[in-house]
């Protein structure tokens, strides 16, 4: 099993699995998601250094400067902190999609928002690092929390989606499928990115992998499909006029 989406773009990234992944507004509550970001980076960091099965809870909390106790009251074990970095790239996506201008398309919108969360990866990491990341994120034990890290943040960017196209209850197969879409094809680009020797800068493989899906969808997609609803409309009352 390989799950690219669980590297450390740069300290600090991870969701509160108790209170949910909403951005804080007030002091206590951006200090929790500090704390949280800081065992979520600890424990990656410490993973690529020593070995995953070598690192234990006690040694991510005094990594991150809290105790045990601390690290317990965020995360259920090393895996679910390890794999929260990915979840909390999928709600920074959803709050970069919700902040966008409302002029831009829904898949321009989109691309911009993931983008501008994967900027930070727009240099060559080293060496040694995507190594220790290859070695973490293959292993199967990681298999579960990265599964429901990675259904989550389907979640996420859906209700983003649906905020975006004007359906707020996030209740059609559309805002589901897109979003699945879109974590896929990122899915795709970095696990490309991962194992392309020399390592590369990420951002390039997340621009390829969203440029191919929207050129792919149109290529399969029948012409009905790629017209707005209101040309569909059009085009029909013109066949009936004509038949």
Do not use: H
Not at 165 to 191: C, H, K, M, N
Not at 212 to 232: F, I, K, T, Y
């Amino acid at each position: 099993m390989t799950s690219p989406q669980c590297e450390p773009a740069e300290p600090g990234q991870s969701p509160d699995r108790l209170a949910g992944p909403r951005r804080p507004a007030g002091l206590r509550e951006r200090k929790k998601l500090s704390t949280r970001q800081a065992l979520a980076a600890a424990a990656m960091r410490l993973a690529i250094e020593r070995g995953l099965d070598e690192v234990l809870v006690e040694d991510i909390a005094a990594a991150a400067n809290v105790s045990t106790r601390t690290f317990n009251n965020y995360f259920a074990s090393k895996y679910e902190a390890i794999c929260a970095l990915m979840l909390d790239r999928s709600y920074r996506i959803g709050e970069e999609l919700r902040a966008r201008p409302p002029g831009e398309s829904l898949w321009e919108a989109i691309t911009a928002a993931v983008l501008a969360v994967y900027t930070v990866s727009s240099t060559p990491p080293d060496p040694q690092v995507i190594a220790g990341i290859r070695l973490v994120t293959s292993s199967p034990v990681l298999r579960g929390e990265y599964l429901k890290a990675l259904a989550f943040s389907q979640y996420e960017l859906s209700e983003a989606i649906a905020v975006r196209s004007g359906d707020p209850a996030g209740g059609t197969y559309f805002t589901r499928g897109l979003a699945g879409a879109v974590i896929s094809a990122v899915q795709a680009a970095t696990e490309r990115w991962l194992y392309t020797e020399p390592p590369l800068a990420l951002v390039p493989f997340v621009e390829t992998a969203l440029r191919e899906l929207v050129e792919g969808l149109a290529a399969v997609l029948p012409a009905s499909a790629r017209r707005s609803p209101a040309e569909n409309w059009r085009a029909a009352d013109a066949a009936q006029r004509l038949a």
